[in-house]
């Protein structure tokens, strides 16, 4: 079972600039560094999530009787077939 309100300490390396930027912001909004971090850490999680479910291929249909007038090579065409 996974807790999301467990706080775990680690210590990870970022480039100068990036962790200025993020000071900068956190200021800018009055808010923790540590909340500006988690985030931009969830928000890209989430992004990298939606991404690798548009890149996963899908089967193509297979079909029990051919189908007259249909481009084999036309793969988008097949799909509309289902």
């Known amino acids: 079972m996974m807790c999301h309100n467990l706080i775990?300490?680690?210590t990870i390396d970022l480039p100068d600039?990036?962790?200025v930027e993020a000071k900068k912001l956190a200021a800018d909004q009055r808010?923790?560094?540590t909340r500006v971090v988690e985030e931009s850490l969830r928000t890209y999680l989430a992004e990298q999530r939606l991404?690798?479910?548009e890149?996963?291929?899908r089967e193509l249909p297979v079909l029990e009787d051919p189908v007259p007038?249909?481009?084999l090579d036309d793969t988008s065409r097949l799909w509309e077939l289902e």
Do not use: A, I, N
Request: aromatic residues 0%; proline residues 11%; positive net charge.
């Open 8 to 10: 775990m300490r680690t």
């Open 17 to 19: 600039h990036l962790l």
């Open 31 to 33: 808010r923790p560094l």
């Open 51 to 53: 991404r690798g479910r």
């Open 55 to 57: 890149d996963e291929p």
């Open 69 to 71: 007038l249909v481009d």
